[in-house]
């Protein structure tokens, strides 16, 4: 039998987003206040939390973005490849990491080593969302949107086979048996 896929409930409305970046965004300005914050987002998923936050912090900041794509044969070992590098060297400088959202914690625990390898002044996680019930690997999650339920979610950049990216609310996907 065939699936089909279908959005259900509302799990995070709009407005509770860009209240909750507003939020975020002052956090961020308070803390790095006076240093040289360098965000780097993770492609695709964060690309439009990535730039509400950006607006949302009041301080100087730049943004990169990498690309990564799961090794086909382990999607979820947390092992990538990165198909898109950062174009300006983040020695010195105090990174941000920007996701979308965090689940097993595998493949965020991999760009922060490789991050680290480049030698940053500090680096720190802001994730979207947190599905904490599914993590294998302990995380420092140091900046928070919300923290979800163990269940598939898109929209606000998240996607299901490239679709739902533009929905501006984060919404549980279903699939059902024909």
Do not use: W
């Amino acid at each position: 039998m065939p699936k089909i896929i279908e959005i259900g409930r509302v799990l995070i409305p709009q407005e509770a987003l860009q209240n909750r970046i507003a939020e975020l965004g002052a956090a961020l300005s308070a803390d790095y206040a006076e240093r040289d914050l360098a965000i780097v987002a993770i492609l695709n998923g964060s690309f439009i939390f990535a730039a509400d936050l950006l607006r949302a912090i009041t301080l100087p900041a730049t943004i990169d973005f990498m690309a990564i794509s799961s090794y086909a044969n382990h999607p979820k070992s947390g092992v990538v490849r990165i198909t898109k590098d950062l174009s300006d060297s983040l020695m010195h400088r105090h990174v941000l990491l920007v996701e979308d959202i965090i689940d097993t914690g595998l493949t965020a625990n991999y760009l922060l080593r490789v991050l680290r390898e480049r030698q940053p002044a500090s680096l720190t996680v802001c994730a979207l969302l947190d599905k904490a019930a599914r993590r294998l690997i302990d995380l420092p999650i140091t900046y928070r949107g919300f923290e979800i339920p163990d269940v598939f979610v898109v929209g606000y950049g998240m996607d299901y086979q490239q679709l739902y990216r533009n929905l501006p609310h984060i919404a549980v996907l279903h699939s059902r048996e024909t």
